[in-house]
Protein backbone atom coordinates (compact mmCIF):
# COMPACT_ATOMS: atom_id res chain seq x y z
CA UNK A 1 0.00 0.00 0.00
CA UNK A 2 2.92 2.15 0.67
CA UNK A 3 4.09 2.15 -3.37
CA UNK A 4 0.65 2.93 -3.82
CA UNK A 5 0.51 6.00 -2.47
CA UNK A 6 3.96 7.37 -2.93
CA UNK A 7 3.08 6.73 -6.72
CA UNK A 8 0.08 9.36 -5.99
CA UNK A 9 2.71 11.83 -4.00
CA UNK A 10 4.86 11.61 -6.39
CA UNK A 11 2.82 14.05 -8.26
CA UNK A 12 1.99 16.42 -5.69
CA UNK A 13 2.87 19.41 -3.25
CA UNK A 14 2.14 18.05 0.50
CA UNK A 15 2.42 19.24 3.88
CA UNK A 16 4.77 17.49 6.26
CA UNK A 17 2.05 18.10 8.75
CA UNK A 18 1.55 15.37 11.48
CA UNK A 19 0.19 15.86 15.00
CA UNK A 20 2.41 14.63 17.89
CA UNK A 21 -0.15 15.66 20.18
CA UNK A 22 -2.59 12.58 21.45
CA UNK A 23 -5.13 14.91 22.13
CA UNK A 24 -5.42 17.28 18.87
CA UNK A 25 -5.48 13.54 17.44
CA UNK A 26 -8.64 11.84 18.99
CA UNK A 27 -10.05 15.20 19.31
CA UNK A 28 -10.43 15.24 15.21
CA UNK A 29 -11.40 11.55 15.19
CA UNK A 30 -14.07 12.26 17.40
CA UNK A 31 -15.67 15.58 16.28
CA UNK A 32 -14.48 15.24 12.42
CA UNK A 33 -17.21 12.52 11.48
CA UNK A 34 -18.86 13.74 7.92
CA UNK A 35 -16.39 13.36 4.93
CA UNK A 36 -16.66 16.33 3.88
CA UNK A 37 -15.18 18.24 7.36
CA UNK A 38 -12.43 15.83 7.16
CA UNK A 39 -11.69 16.53 3.45
CA UNK A 40 -11.39 20.47 4.42
CA UNK A 41 -9.46 19.86 7.65
CA UNK A 42 -7.39 17.90 5.26
CA UNK A 43 -7.23 20.30 2.30
CA UNK A 44 -6.44 23.43 5.22
CA UNK A 45 -3.77 21.19 6.37
CA UNK A 46 -2.04 20.63 2.86
CA UNK A 47 -2.37 16.72 2.92
CA UNK A 48 -4.04 14.92 0.38
CA UNK A 49 -4.99 11.55 1.73
CA UNK A 50 -4.79 12.22 5.44
CA UNK A 51 -6.77 14.03 8.36
CA UNK A 52 -4.01 14.48 10.30
CA UNK A 53 -1.06 12.29 8.32
CA UNK A 54 -2.39 9.26 10.01
CA UNK A 55 -6.39 8.61 9.53
CA UNK A 56 -7.44 8.49 5.96
CA UNK A 57 -9.78 11.11 4.39
CA UNK A 58 -12.16 10.21 1.49
CA UNK A 59 -9.53 10.72 -1.19
CA UNK A 60 -7.19 8.36 1.02
CA UNK A 61 -9.84 6.10 1.86
CA UNK A 62 -10.88 5.78 -2.30
CA UNK A 63 -7.13 4.74 -2.93
CA UNK A 64 -7.26 2.11 -0.77
CA UNK A 65 -10.84 0.95 -1.65
CA UNK A 66 -9.54 0.32 -5.50
CA UNK A 67 -6.52 -1.14 -4.41
CA UNK A 68 -8.01 -3.88 -2.65
CA UNK A 69 -10.87 -4.42 -5.15
CA UNK A 70 -8.31 -4.42 -7.73
CA UNK A 71 -6.25 -7.17 -6.03
CA UNK A 72 -9.29 -9.30 -5.44
CA UNK A 73 -10.52 -9.43 -8.41
CA UNK A 74 -6.85 -10.48 -9.46
CA UNK A 75 -7.44 -13.20 -7.19
CA UNK A 76 -10.96 -14.20 -8.63
CA UNK A 77 -9.79 -14.00 -12.00
CA UNK A 78 -6.43 -16.44 -10.52
CA UNK A 79 -8.70 -18.42 -9.18
CA UNK A 80 -10.92 -19.03 -12.20
CA UNK A 81 -8.08 -19.96 -14.70
CA UNK A 82 -6.53 -22.41 -12.55
CA UNK A 83 -9.79 -23.96 -12.23
CA UNK A 84 -11.17 -23.84 -15.66
CA UNK A 85 -7.56 -24.20 -17.29
CA UNK A 86 -8.66 -21.52 -19.21
CA UNK A 87 -7.56 -17.37 -19.73
CA UNK A 88 -10.73 -15.66 -18.10
CA UNK A 89 -11.76 -12.11 -19.00
CA UNK A 90 -13.60 -9.77 -17.14
Not at 74 to 87: A, H, L, M, N, T
Amino acid sequence: MQSVFEGYLDKVDSSDYISTKVMRVMKDVLLYKKPSRIDALSEKRGLHFTLDGIHLNSKGAQIVADAYSSLIDQFIIDEKEVRDGEPYEV
